[in-house]
């Protein structure tokens, strides 16, 4: 990670930081077990590219549907960390099961488990993170957030290959191992982490007696402008599994499979921070259209590898849209969301973009099965450069989003 100054260090908030390690020890968690588990569900379950895509996507899409109504819950009760402390104790709890799964259907109810928890968790964490967050350091916070959790993403994969190789290819010994850092991000959540103050000026006050699921549509334009090109941008990005199936393809041995997912990961967590910056200093414009041009060159670059070489760029390029998309576009919405509709924001942000992600890996998954996998990461690129052009149109017509 890059190195922080310490007028920066100390500004970002120590919630800020504890959230950052709870996410990577969830991620060290979640990865060890992501990483294996789109060849788990093809070797062994005997499951088409089709219903990967649709399983990858209904899940996210459950996690994007909860995190709504977590949002506006957060909002009501003003009470962040219980929200994200359920969440995070649910995602802990789906763990187990995935080396109890024989069979299709508990494989699925436990990502279902696990992505109902982070539903819960991601739009009352994001809220606290923009609840305390100091003015001119939202980007560098959901950066740095984003960075810690990459973290985890790197780690997460490499001890995955370390325990593949001891265990000469057990996979259901590295899907038991991966509940303990999920169960220590408990541990630090409840002691690490307080609940920061409630919002309490009179005119939050008298809106906040007023919140229900209905104000979802009362968001201002400027917040709903950032949804729908968080929708756009999500639509041309599917699932990670699809590149570990690429990279399988491509000839790459099954226990140094998770790599694919270190390098990525590595790149997305050099770069999170540094996009937080800059989105702090220069606005979104210019951060989210390199981030989106990044997606189509790696799409170009997976469609067209028949070697290492281009999967390698593939893999780079993605964990470089990653870094320049992701966390900005917390930021961006924390930017222009009310105090007190904060979390209701990030929870229509996150159903919003759940529904896109659903989409695009179905579209994925048929692509691949009908078409091929090359064509499938074609037409990413084209959508991703559909994307871009929309990128650089919204944020021209609307300065107070790009700003």
């Known amino acids: ?61 459950i996690a994007m549907t909860t995190r709504l109504f977590s949002g506006v819950l957060s909002d009501i009760f003003q009470r962040r960390k219980t929200l994200t402390l359920i969440g995070y104790g649910l995602g802990a709890l789906s763990k187990p099961f995935f080396p109890l799964a024989d ?71 590295l899907f038991w191992i991966a509940v303990i850092p999920a169960f220590l991000a408990i541990v630090v959540l409840a002691v690490g982490v307080k609940e920061p103050a409630r919002v309490s000026d009179a005119t939050a006050r008298q809106e906040k007696k007023k919140l229900t699921v209905k104000d979802a549509v009362r968001l201002s334009p400027a917040v709903w402008s950032v949804i729908v090109l968080a929708v756009l941008m999500s639509g041309a990005r599917f699932s990670e599994a699809f590149l570990l199936l690429r990279a399988q393809q491509a000839g790459w041995s099954l226990a140094w499979l998770p790599l694919v997912v270190v390098a990525m990961h590595l790149i997305y967590g050099l770069v999170a921070y540094p996009a937080g910056k800059l989105f702090d ?29 281009l999967l390698i760029v593939g893999i780079v390029l993605w964990g470089l849209h990653m870094g320049l998309s992701q966390g900005v576009l917390a930021a961006l919405v924390s930017s222009v969301a009310p105090a007190h509709l904060r979390a209701t924001a990030f929870g229509v942000l996150h ?30 690129a084209g959508l991703s450069l559909a994307a871009l052009a929309v990128v650089l149109f919204m944020l021209r017509a609307r300065p107070e989003a790009a700003a």
Do not use: H
Not at 22 to 31: H, I, N, R
Not at 294 to 307: E, S
Not at 354 to 379: C, I, M
């Open 1 to 61: 990670m890059p190195p922080l100054s310490a007028r920066t260090s100390s500004a970002i908030p120590r919630t800020v930081w504890m959230l950052g390690i709870v996410s990577m020890l969830m991620d060290v968690s979640s990865e060890m077990i992501q990483t294996m588990l789109p060849v788990y569900m093809v070797s062994t379950l005997g499951l088409s590219a089709i219903w990967i895509g649709v399983i990858e996507g209904a899940s996210v899409t």
């Open 281 to 309: 200093r220069l606005g979104a414009r210019g951060v989210l259209a390199a981030g989106m041009l990044c997606l189509a060159a790696a799409d170009l670059a997976l469609g067209l590898a028949n070697g290492m070489p």
């Open 103 to 173: 069979a299709a259907l508990t494989l699925v109810g436990a990502k279902f488990l696990d992505r109902v928890g982070k539903g819960i968790r991601s739009a009352p964490r994001d809220a606290m993170i923009a609840d305390v967050a100091p003015p001119g350091l939202q980007g560098a916070s959901f950066g740095l957030r984003k960075s810690l959790d990459t973290v985890g993403g790197f780690l997460g994969p490499l001890i995955a290959i370390g325990i593949m190789l001891a265990s000469g290819g057990d996979i259901q010994l």
């Open 351 to 380: 159903l919003a973009t759940g529904l896109a992600v659903l989409a695009g890996n179905v579209l994925a998954g048929v692509l691949w099965e009908t078409a091929g996998p090359a064509y499938t990461f074609y037409v990413g």
